[in-house]
Structure formats: structure tokens, C-alpha cells
């Protein structure tokens, strides 16, 4: 698995946003935002919904190995420097030049890249519950100290808190949206990403609950409502801070 940015939409002739989804622990760039229900066709909301509720958008979905047994060595800041690069060049166009980014981050991924987060720690969680969720997510074998995003979002982590001292100074120039899960892990008996560590109590962040799981908070169907609230949340991002 290589770091690659994926165009999941149609070039627009007239672009009004970029919006560059990033997975999670142990995800994947597709099914990380894709709904897979029995009775109705898989929704992958990000080029099935996005593009009818911003005409003009063009979305994009960041590949990178964040496996919980990866062998690579690579860290967060490696593969944010991979998605800027690949970001950089995407955005060569002089049609692009002054088009806004929306960064759409689920859990880990809203450490690589922050701007719009889905349950993302950024106070870490307890290694055993990432461990157990990756297991019953990835059906692979958990080896301890195999991967370095794994240590990386334990609760204290010093890498988690050099990269939110990090953020935290030039935190007020970007519009901020934090959802938080509301229902606990089935395996776990208890969410994945407490609110406490879901959201980073700026003055200017926007916090809502999503009814979901750690893993569901990000998938939506097309008759689910709360796709609502997060398509007009990522278009209001867009315009910039939004102060209180």
C-alpha cells in the first residue's frame, strides 16, 4: 500500500471547494465513508451525496498504511508531509489557486490533518481499545509495538501532545467542527473516543454528537438525516472561522 491521493469525483469546470477525506486506524480510503447496508446499494457519501449538496466540489480520499500491523515506519508527521505534497500537486491548476480546502479527518486521520473532525482523540484513548476495535474492524492479529500510529494515540502519548501544542497556536485561523460519538462499542461495553477527548475546547470549535459508533459516526445512507448536518457543516467550513 502506497500513499496516494484518490479523485473520487468528476473534475468541475467552475471548483468551489476541495474536500480531502482522511481515514482512520486501520481504515481504508473507500470503506472508512462507505454505508453497506442488506436491503439497499452501498453509499459512499463522499462522491455519492457531497457533490449534489455542493455543486462544484471535488473530493478527494487520502490512502496511506495506518494497518495496526504495518511494518512501515513511517509517523503522522510523514504522512502529513505525503498528503500535503500530494495535495500540492493536485492543486497545480491556476483554477485551484484560490479554492477553499475542507480536511474531512475520521479518528486517527484528524491527528495527520485537522480541520473537520469525525471522533478524533486528541487527548488519545487506552491502547487496549483501539486494539480490540482494529481486531474486530481489520480480522487482523494485534502485535504489540508493531505500529507507530498506535502509540502514537495512546492516552498521555507524548507524540499526541506535541502535535496538539503544535496545533494549538494557529488553531483560530481554521473553521473547526468536532463530532463526537454517541454509542458505545459493542466488544468494549463503552465508546472508543470519550467526548472529553473528541474535543479540543477551542473558543471557535463547533461540537456536535453523531448517533453512531466509532466506526458508524462516518458512514451515511442517503435517507439518513444527519448527513444534513454534516454536508452543510463541511459547507460552512469552507468560508472560514466562525467565531462565537
Given at each position: ?8 469525483t468528476?473534475e ?8 480531502v477525506a482522511?481515514h482512520?486506524?486501520?481504515?481504508h480510503?473507500?470503506?472508512t465513508?462507505t454505508?453497506?447496508?442488506?436491503f439497499?446499494?452501498?453509499t459512499m457519501w463522499?462522491?455519492?451525496?457531497l ?5 462544484g466540489?471535488?473530493v ?9 500491523n504495518s ?6 508527521r510523514d504522512s ?10 493536485k492543486?497545480?491548476d491556476?483554477?485551484?489557486a484560490d479554492?477553499p480546502?475542507v480536511i474531512?479527518?475520521?479518528?486517527l ?5 485537522k480541520?473537520v473532525f469525525f ?6 484513548a487506552?491502547?487496549a481499545q483501539?486494539a480490540?476495535?482494529?481486531?474486530k ?8 509495538g ?5 502509540r ?6 507524548e507524540?499526541?501532545?506535541?502535535i ?12 473547526i467542527v ?10 468494549l461495553?463503552?465508546?472508543i473516543v ?7 475546547g477551542?473558543?471557535h470549535?463547533?461540537k ?6 466509532h466506526?458508524?459516526?462516518?458512514r ?7 448527513f444534513?448536518a ?5 459547507k460552512r ?8
Open positions: 500500500m502506497g500513499n496516494e491521493l484518490h479523485l473520487l468528476e468541475p469546470q467552475r471548483p468551489t471547494m476541495d474536500i482522511v482512520g486506524l486501520n481504515g480510503y473507500m470503506d465513508f454505508d453497506k447496508s442488506w439497499a446499494p452501498a463522499l462522491k455519492d451525496l457533490p449534489e449538496k455542493i455543486p466540489c471535488r478527494m480520499s487520502f490512502e496511506y498504511d495506518a494497518s495496526v511494518m512501515s515506519v513511517a509517523n503522522v502529513a508531509r505525503s498528503l500535503l505534497e500530494h495535495l500540492k500537486d492543486r497545480e491556476t483554477i485551484y479554492v480546502i474531512v479527518a475520521h479518528s486521520g484528524g491527528i495527520v490533518i480541520q471522533g478524533t482523540p486528541h487527548r488519545g487506552d491502547a483501539w480490540l476495535m482494529a481486531e474492524i481489520g480480522h487482523a492479529v494485534f502485535h504489540t508493531q505500529s507507530a500510529f498506535l502514537t494515540l495512546e492516552r498521555n502519548s507524540d499526541l501532545y506535541k496538539s501544542e503544535d496545533f494549538r497556536p494557529i488553531s483560530a485561523n481554521y473553521a468536532s463530532f463526537y460519538e454517541e454509542y458505545a462499542y459493542n466488544i461495553g463503552k465508546v470519550d467526548k472529553d477527548s473528541a474535543i479540543m477551542l473558543p470549535e463547533q456536535m454528537m453523531l448517533s453512531g459508533t466506526t458508524s459516526m462516518c451515511f445512507s442517503k435517507s439518513d438525516k444527519q444534513d454534516v454536508w452543510k457543516r463541511i467550513a469552507a468560508t472560514g472561522v466562525s467565531r462565537p
